[in-house]
């Protein structure tokens, strides 16, 4: 059994939940899900999901309930992160100085900077290592600005909007919105059995 852990001080949590258990399902694989509100939680868990929300009160919030340093250390360990939206922007680099980024991710990222022309708007996406297209939600979307030595996965009119970094995959829109576990797959379970 894999234990996954979904940040869940805010944000778009419960979608998380539905999303991992059915990426388990589909690679065979038992998954025990805990939400993580304060610190001591997370160092059990084999798997993080940073979900979406609200970038400055997730960051204030990790760092007040001291999860920040438990995030650096599951990073540190190689352990899978997907970081989703708000969450992309919390572990990335974030000039923003309402957002205390941890720049775990190496790309900097500009908050809401999608959302200027469009609020919100949803588009099939090829991903790299996906054999069919994804459906993407973006939400008052990040731009990721640079992308630095991150693989980039995915783009949007020649913008990045999925990477992947080390242990962590960011992508700026939603892949819990859809039914589709493809990208919780990718990115949490693919890579832990390619490290067994
Ligand atoms: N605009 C939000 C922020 O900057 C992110 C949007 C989202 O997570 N849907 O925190």
């Known amino acids: 059994t894999l234990l996954a852990g979904v940040l869940a001080v805010q944000g778009n949590v419960s979608e998380h939940v539905r999303a991992i258990s059915r990426a388990g399902e589909a690679v065979d694989e038992r998954v025990e899900v805990r939400e993580i509100r304060s610190s001591s939680r997370l160092p059990d868990c084999d798997l993080l999901l940073a979900p979406g929300g609200e970038s400055t009160t997730i960051s204030r919030l990790i760092h007040k309930e001291g999860i920040a340093p438990e995030i650096r250390d599951h990073v540190e360990a190689g352990k899978p992160v997907l970081a989703t939206c708000a ?8 000039e923003d100085d309402r957002v205390e980024s941890l720049g775990l991710l190496d790309v900097e990222v500009e908050r809401n900077a999608f959302g200027r022309q469009r609020d919100s708007f949803e588009t099939t996406l090829d991903v790299t290592g996906l054999d069919e297209p994804f459906p993407a939600v973006f939400i008052r979307a990040p731009v ?11 783009s949007v009119e020649g913008r990045p909007v999925a990477v992947r970094g080390g242990p962590i995959v960011g ?9 589709d576990p493809r990208i919780h797959r990718l990115a949490l379970f693919d890579s832990v059995a390619a490290t067994q």
């Not at 990721?144 to 030595?149: L, M, P, Q």
């Open 144 to 154: 990721i600005a640079d992308s630095r030595s991150c693989e980039v996965l995915a």
């Open 171 to 179: 992508t700026a829109f939603h892949p819990e919105l859809t039914d």
């Open 87 to 94: 969450g992309l922007i919390v572990l990335g680099r974030c």
